[in-house]
């Protein structure tokens, strides 16, 4: 078999399951919402809020996996597995740490929290149930992202989509049982997720016991390995926030031009999101591949999956990109069954179709330098993604365009500014070697 062909064959065993992973994290909430659906307007809507705040939460902690695959994956590649599974533990024990912090002030945090929505009574009553019981599931949450990042950087890719795939089922039996067995309402979807989350801790920590038996690694805390753990996934906190500022920026201003407008944004901002699993799968076999390969000292190796991962990101954008400006025409209608909204959607869903290509390059370089642990640079280009954006979003919002032309506006500005300036400091980080010398 060529080295093309074998690198090729690495990339689609670990971005496949990965891809599957992926999916099958949304799917609680849907089985949420599906469930609590039946029992009414108010539990839903209660729903929506407490969903909002642990998905922002969750959101901001994905950092714990995202660090903690480069730090194993190098000393995997550089031939030391018990160092390897040490760095991906002590990143689990740093996410227990920071969960429980998490959960500890959410259970006092809640009402108030819930208060920001401004809900009606019945519907704050309901979030505050949901959420209050949730918050306990939140080091679950955390230890899963820490363990799913150690499994990535020891190539394992297939444990974590089994898990996730137990733990889904798991999440849907325990909630039809206590919403509708037992009666508890919508408080019985949150126990019921909660058990599920810490049920798939409880296969991690089997899982990674073993790796650590097998290696001779140390299952206790070490506290240099903690405190790396900490830094690296401050600078990938840092990061994320710029990118939830925007995202939140946008939707504010989605908001002022009117909400059509901002309905519209939801269906474009879907289809993004959607294409983004399958761009997702591939950077995580990015982050991998490239931090085992820098371990191992083999740049030319790393070099080649950069080259070829940026290929396949860039024609998964042209072929997803071509579907959906094909069916631009059918997506709002599918959404919202208003030929008059689907019109006014279908523009902005024409630009995001033409940035697919960009988007697709864009996740994976952002993938390759994760997998580098170059946290340090992409926390700083996430602040310089903004520069340009934020005066693009405040000329959008003061010239306050509407109908499908303000839309498709928004549209541009997001994937044809702030895209862009990602792609732009991605690849400019990339050209040379630098990214290559980043320390985990």
């Known amino acids: 078999m060529t080295g093309s062909a074998t690198l090729n064959r690495d990339i689609l065993r670990l971005a496949v399951p990965a891809l599957g992973a992926l999916v099958a994290e949304p799917l609680f909430l849907i089985v949420d919402s599906a469930m609590i659906g039946h029992l009414g307007a108010a539990p839903l809507a209660g729903l929506a809020i407490a969903g909002a705040v642990l998905q922002t939460i969750v959101g901001l902690m ?3 996996a995202y660090s903690t695959t480069p730090a194993v994956a190098r000393r995997f590649g550089g031939g030391e597995p018990g160092r390897a599974v040490s760095a991906g533990i002590d ?4 996410a227990v740490g920071i969960g429980a912090i998490l959960a500890l002030a959410g259970s006092f945090a809640t009402p108030g929290l819930v208060a920001l929505f401004g809900a009606a009574p019945e519907v704050a009553e309901q979030a505050v149930i949901y959420l209050g019981i949730s918050v306990w599931g939140l080091p679950a949450m955390l230890v899963v992202f820490a363990a799913t990042g150690l499994l990535r950087g020891m190539q394992d890719t297939v444990t974590p989509l089994w898990i996730a795939g137990i733990g889904f089922a798991a999440n849907a039996l325990l909630n039809w049982l206590l919403i509708y067995g037992l009666g508890w309402g919508i408080a019985g979807s949150a126990f019921g997720t909660v058990l599920a989350q810490w049920g798939m801790v409880a296969a991690y920590v089997v899982v990674i016991g073993r790796l650590a038996r097998t290696h001779s690694a140390s299952v206790r805390p070490q506290g240099a390995g903690v405190r790396s753990s900490a830094l690296s996934g401050g600078w990938m906190l840092l990061r994320t926030l710029s990118l939830r500022a925007a995202l939140l920026g946008t939707v504010g ?19 993004f999101s959607t294409a983004a699993f399958a761009l997702d799968a591939l950077a995580i076999a990015a982050q991998a591949l490239v931090g085992k390969g820098l371990g191992a ?3 030319g190796q790393v070099q080649r999956v950069l080259t070829r991962t940026v290929a396949w990101g860039a024609w998964f954008g042209v072929i997803v990109g071509g579907l959906i400006a094909a069916l631009s025409g059918v997506i709002g209608l599918v959404f919202t069954g208003d030929p008059a909204l689907a019109a006014l959607i279908q523009p902005a869903l024409l ?10 390059i864009v996740f994976v370089l952002d993938g390759v330098l994760i997998g580098a642990g170059d946290a340090k640079y992409l926390a700083i280009a996430g602040a310089l993604n903004l520069v340009p954006y934020v005066p693009a979003l405040v000329v959008v ?15 541009a500005a997001f994937f044809g500014v702030y895209m862009v300036a990602r792609l732009l400091t991605l690849g400019w980080r990339v050209r040379g070697q630098a990214w290559m010398t980043a320390t985990v």
């Open 62 to 64: 994905v950092f714990l």
């Open 253 to 271: 201003v989605a908001s002022v031009l009117g909400t059509d407008e901002l309905a519209g944004w939801q269906v474009a901002f879907t289809m």
């Open 397 to 411: 919002g003061v010239l306050h365009p509407t109908d499908a032309p303000g839309l498709a506006w928004l549209a």
């Open 297 to 299: 000292g083999d740049t």
């Open 351 to 360: 630009v995001l179709a033409v940035a697919q290509p960009i988007a697709g």
């Open 91 to 94: 990143g689990m024990w740093l």
